[in-house]
């Protein structure tokens, strides 16, 4: 092992010297290198062994250091570095990699969060972007995994992305939003490719269906809510692949209306008993109403008799007229009394017509300060 110098005139100082502290093999005992004044360096040769500032390496290679990284592997390019670090005080064992000298992703162990192993960026504690549980559970965007699989923030797939600064969704062809979503928050699913359509739990409160080209510029088709309610705000229910807007459900619709009459188009004193009021129900374009009033007075106007009040206005057009059958009391007429929706209008006509077939008009001579009529009509807008 020992070397013997030749040609060369040693000096006093052996500064650009390393030794070994003797010229025996390596064996069982500790080597170190040094330099000719007697100052031994951090490696340590052992049989088998490499130890970098211990003298009693155990492993192959075996580094200590109080430093804040343990080791430093650099590139040629000086500013690319993989580090291994351990000497935090409560022993997080932690891989670092820097780029220009600056800490962009760090994976280990958290001892000081129930040992899980983070990858975070810059730092493993306080940017921590996935996280996994002695459970198996891991987190993306969240530290404290509840579930197998538990993420705070947007999930996309084949694509796209999520600005929260913006509220808006790009180039998504397919994704999934968690947290806040302009409908107040839950979940929502992201089809980019003809603008976006979402759904959304609106805080617990209903499910919408929408679409648009951003978020805060959505048509809002559809919406689920929390009674168990389903209500479109455009658009229809088609049936039997049937895909022709005209033949689509587009609405339905409960209420009540308030019967009342006139005559020659006006109603000056005409005074109803409390009585009086109707229902409708409203399927798609067809109509149905049922009414009943009772007058006290039938006050001062005259000319021919019409029932007001209809809740939708009838169809325009001959095909529109609709027939309404009737039950009277205190309304005088001729052989048979007859009433029809007038198309265009919300009135109904009353007629009386003889068994001959001569037809004419009620009209205020025809009825009394007791008058009441119960009627239905079924027509179509």
Do not use: C
């Not at 080597?31 to 062994?49: H, I, P, Q, R, V």
């Not at 095909?319 to 009394?337: D, H, K, P």
């Amino acid at each position: 092992m020992g070397t013997t110098l030749t040609g060369t005139t040693p000096q006093d100082t052996y500064d650009s010297l390393i030794k070994v502290t003797d010229n025996g093999p390596i064996s069982a005992t500790v080597k170190y290198l040094s330099d000719g004044l007697g100052n031994d360096s951090a490696l340590a040769l052992s049989t088998g062994n490499v130890g970098i500032g211990t003298n009693a390496p155990t492993f192959k290679l075996q580094v200590n250091s109080a430093a804040s990284a343990t080791a430093m592997f650099r590139s040629s390019d000086t500013g690319t570095v993989v580090g291994i670090d351990n000497s935090a005080a409560d022993g997080d064992p932690q891989l670092k990699f820097f780029i220009n000298d600056i800490g962009t992703f760090t994976l280990g162990v958290d001892d000081s969060d129930s040992d899980k192993f983070k990858i975070g960026t810059s730092d493993l504690t306080t940017n921590t972007r996935l996280t996994i549980d002695s459970a198996g559970n891991v987190g993306i965007g969240t530290d404290a995994p509840a579930r197998a699989l538990d993420v705070n923030g947007s999930i996309r797939a084949v694509g796209g992305s999520y600005d929260p600064t913006t509220s808006a969704w790009i180039n998504a062809a397919f994704a999934t939003k968690v947290s806040a979503s302009p409908y107040g928050g839950g979940f929502s699913l992201i089809d980019g490719t003809a603008g976006w359509t979402q759904y959304t739990d609106g805080a617990g409160t209903n499910l919408h269906f929408a679409q648009g080209a951003t978020s805060g510029a959505t048509t809002q088709y559809l919406t689920l809510n929390n009674s168990g309610y389903l209500r479109l705000s455009t658009g229809g229910i088609q049936f039997n692949n049937d895909t022709a807007a005209a033949n689509a459900l587009d609405d339905y619709e409960e209420g009540t209306w308030t019967p009342s009459v006139a005559f020659g188009g006006a109603s000056v004193g005409v005074v109803l008993n409390a009585a009086s009021g109707g229902t409708y129900t409203k399927i798609g374009r067809q109509v149905t109403v049922n009414g009943f009033f009772a007058i006290t007075s039938k006050g001062t106007s005259t000319g021919a008799a019409t029932i007001t009040g209809l809740p939708f206005t009838i169809g325009s057009g001959a095909t529109f007229y609709a027939a309404a059958s009737s039950f009277t009391e205190a309304i005088s007429f001729v052989n048979v009394l007859q009433s029809r929706g007038n198309e265009a209008t919300t009135t109904i006509q009353l007629f009386e017509v003889t068994v001959a077939g001569v037809m004419t008009t009620i009209t205020d001579a025809d009825f009394a300060n007791n008058s009441n009529i119960n009627l239905s009509l079924t027509y179509f807008v």
